[in-house]
């Protein structure tokens, strides 16, 4: 028994009311025109059980067992002995009790007429059609949402072991960063490991949300340009423009810092010389356009492909996931400088 369940959400409700449905429609429509309405409400009352058995073998032990398992001759020689069973249970049922309880008809044929059996089918066949009819929407239905969810859940698992890379080749390189001003002996080692320690807050406390306020995931990569300054110092001319951004504004996290790690890791790291960088992000109502530019050393070519990296790859999936039909990502890689120009649709609440 189904304890605390609405009645409604159980399934024997539903059947109930089928077969209501059904009878109603039957006498009090269909049958309503005939002088003797009460014998025939009788009559379909008797027959009833006879076609809730032809409907219930129907969808609880032939389709599922021989047509959906693609059995289909064994289906179609069940089907059609079930039919020949029903004929006769119904031409049994009529003869011994409809016709000498009702006194609707005077049928002087004997119990084996073939004709009467099988012209006795039209009168039940129909409600076993529309049954099946519902049955098949039904698991239709079913199916349906089973694979969106199955389809959603893939995705989400996906995007979780996406999420997942993002934090180790973040954290692999900016550590990196962090061992190159220790073997300095820099001053600045201590306050980086602080900046460092807001980031991974940032990461591991507040990007569990599917979404994160844009303003929230801007300061996170603010933080992370200070990072990499102290390593780079005046080697480093940075060109940064922002617009304000609503705090009602998101976007999900984690988004935005791979494109500026990437600049960092085979742009600016790899000059020996001065190097530069221009960052633009704008916002015109919902939509983000994020502009990064930076130099590159032509030797960056021999150490890895700046457009093609772990960071990138990782991003470009996410935002397919995240974003399908509802960003634009354009990649220019030269010869001495590399431009990465981002445009999405952020969601509306």
């Known amino acids: 028994m189904q304890i605390g369940v609405p ?6 409700f539903w059947h109930v009311v089928f077969w209501v449905v059904y009878y109603i429609i039957k006498v009090f429509l269909v049958e309503f025109f005939r002088p003797n309405i009460w014998e025939v409400a009788l009559a379909e009352l008797i027959h009833l059980p006879l076609k809730m058995v032809a409907l219930y073998t129907l969808i609880y032990l032939l389709i599922p ?16 002995l079930s039919i020949l069973v029903v004929a006769f249970l119904r031409r049994v049922s009529d003869i011994l009790l409809v016709y000498d309880i ?4 005077e049928d002087n044929t004997t119990l084996w007429d073939v004709r009467s059996m099988l012209r006795n089918l039209i009168f039940i066949y129909p ?7 519902f049955y098949f929407i039904k698991e239709w239905y079913l199916n349906y949402w089973q694979t969106q969810k199955l389809k959603k859940e893939k995705l989400e698992a996906e995007l979780n072991m996406l999420k ?11 550590i990196n960063n962090i061992y190159s001003l220790a073997l300095d002996r820099s001053s600045q ?10 980031l991974l807050h940032y990461m591991l406390y507040e990007c569990n949300r599917a979404r994160q306020p844009l303003e929230r995931e801007v300061e996170m990569m603010k933080s992370y ?4 300054k102290l390593r780079y110092g005046n080697r480093l001319d940075l060109q940064m423009h922002m617009d304000d951004i609503p705090k009602h504004v998101k976007i999900a996290p984690l988004l935005l810092i791979p494109f500026v790690e990437n600049c960092f890791k085979h742009g600016v790291s790899e000059s020996i010389d001065q190097s530069w960088m221009s960052i633009d992000l ?15 050393a032509e030797e960056a070519k021999v150490h890895g492909d700046h457009k093609n990296g772990i960071g990138l790859n990782n991003v470009r999936r996410r935002l397919s996931l995240e974003y399908p039909e509802l960003h634009q990502l354009e990649i220019i890689d030269q010869k001495d400088a590399f431009f990465v120009k981002l445009q999405v649709t952020l969601d509306e609440n």
Not at 7 to 12: A, E, G, L, S
Not at 127 to 133: D, K, M, P, S
Not at 225 to 228: F, K, P, R, V, W
Not at 282 to 296: P, Y
């Open 65 to 80: 067992r021989l047509l959906l398992r693609k059995r289909y001759v064994q289906f179609t020689l069940a089907l059609l």
């Open 164 to 174: 997942a890379q993002v934090h180790p080749h973040f954290l692999f390189n900016t």
């Open 7 to 12: 009645i409604y959400q159980r399934k024997w």
């Open 282 to 296: 704008r916002l015109t109502d919902h939509q983000m356009t994020l502009k990064i530019d930076n130099s590159k």
């Open 189 to 198: 080692t201590a306050d980086a490991l602080l900046r460092l320690s807001d």
């Open 102 to 105: 009702t006194m609707m008809y």
């Open 225 to 228: 340009i200070d990072l990499e």
């Open 127 to 133: 409600v076993v059609g529309l049954g099946a009819t």
